[in-house]
């Protein structure tokens, strides 16, 4: 689990982050505005949402192993693409091949992978793969802020290039998680999707995550101007980070024992008291830091619930299928929330912002009830998963 979890950290790395940390760099030498610069990754998380209905196929026929191996290398290449970019459509086809490449190897083509070696009992190994994802801020930023210390953005976008490569050889060291069960079903007629039993569940699940992503990009992507708003330091930013990787510690430390079914139940019922207590930032700054804190915390816990609550709601076999599917609402919206959130502070301010973000994590509040008291339809999946989790690790 250890390289899957390097190849997360670099990965993210060199993706997510990197607009965030080269942007002025970039800006200054093309002259082109921050609009376009990050489009770039709003496209990228749009293509990430078309391809993602075809990564079960991806995975059934080559392998977890050579789907992420393949999604890296084209990462790298989006990253010496960009390191070239002279126009602005040359930096968004870049990014139209790094956004290939990153539905293909980061976060939920893991989980894939995971579950597909694992089956029910790939949740301790999930959550130990985000806790090193979920350092890739921490670690890149400094990293972007040296090398431009020392040389460019094209030549830094080079090393990066170079990092990726580094991690697709430690994904080529793993075993090919190629699960059984996917190649025979292709030689079969092909089960339906959503079935009469489940499709509540994919409805519901569907939805919270996509309500989850959207609310969790818009903010992110706009933490410093919230910030800024309420006359917190910079340095305040760094308990997103500090939350973000202290739940999943947690969640790891206590050996990934709460339920996920009740794991949901307390990340959408924590998300509102997040955002009441932002409103108070106005007021002290020691409601800003509670707010950064426990907002990155409940972000963090969110990337684990949804990963693992497919596991409960339906069959982990049809795991890569389900969600594949399922996660493409999330993708979209991920992709229109940096404007979306643009508009809201322009319009409504911090304050309203926070107010109709609130409103938000209400409704995922009340799906998160709703799936609880639903249940887990197969309890055979939950008893399985410690005997499984042993095996895997």
């Known amino acids: 689990m250890l390289f899957i979890g390097i190849s997360q950290l670099i990965n993210w790395g060199i993706t997510f982050y990197m607009p965030g940390a080269f942007g002025i ?30 990564t079960s ?4 026929r080559f392998g977890g192993r050579m789907m992420m191996v393949s999604g890296t290398v084209l990462i790298c290449a989006g990253c010496f693409m960009m390191s070239l970019a002279h126009s602005e459509i040359y930096w968004i086809a870049a990014w139209i091949v790094a956004g290939i490449g990153m539905r293909l190897s980061l976060y939920d083509a893991a989980f894939a992978v995971l579950v597909a070696a694992a089956g029910a009992g790939a949740r301790k190994a999930i959550s130990q793969v985000t806790l090193l994802g979920g350092l890739a801020s921490a670690a890149f930023w400094p990293v972007a802020a ?13 090393v990066y290039g170079c990092a990726g490569l580094f991690s ?24 339906p999707l959503v079935s009469r039993d489940d499709s509540m569940n994919a409805f519901l699940y569907s939805i919270l995550i996509a309500l ?22 910079a340095l305040t930013g760094a308990l997103w980070g500090i939350g973000q990787v202290g739940a999943r510690l947690l969640d790891v430390a206590s050996g990934s024992r709460v339920p996920a079914l ?16 932002g409103l108070a ?26 990963a693992i609550l497919p596991l409960v709601l339906f069959d982990p076999k049809l795991y890569a299928r389900k969600t594949g599917v399922l996660l493409m609402p999330g993708f979209i919206l991920s992709a229109l929330a940096p404007s979306a959130y643009a508009a809201l502070l322009s319009f409504l301010g911090t304050p309203g912002t926070l107010v109709l973000s609130g409103v938000f994590a209400l409704v995922i509040t009340a799906i998160s009830v709703v799936m609880c008291k639903r249940g887990a339809p197969n309890q055979t999946l939950q008893a399985a998963e410690s005997v499984e989790e042993r095996r895997l690790t």
């Not at 496209?43 to 075809?54: D, K, N, Q, T, Y």
């Open 212 to 233: 989850i992503s959207f609310v969790s990009t818009g903010i992110s992507t706009h933490f410093p101007a919230i910030l800024a708003s309420y006359g917190a330091p």
């Open 262 to 277: 009740r794991l949901n139940l307390y990340t959408g019922l924590l998300m509102p008291f997040c955002f009441a207590i």
């Open 146 to 158: 040296g090398l431009l210390t020392v040389t460019d953005w094209r030549t830094a976008l080079i």
């Open 281 to 306: 930032g106005a007021v002290t700054p020691a409601a800003t830091a509670a707010f950064v804190l426990g907002y990155g915390a409940v972000n963090g816990l969110g990337t684990v619930v949804k």
């Open 25 to 54: 760099a970039i800006m200054n030498d093309t002259g082109w505005s921050s609009v376009t610069i990050f489009s770039g990754l709003t496209v990228a998380m749009l293509v990430m949402g078309i391809v993602s209905p075809f």
């Open 168 to 191: 697709a050889a430690c994904i080529f060291t793993l075993p090919s998680f190629h699960h059984a069960g996917h190649a025979s079903t292709s030689r079969t007629e092909p089960e």
């Open 57 to 60: 196929r991806f995975l059934s």
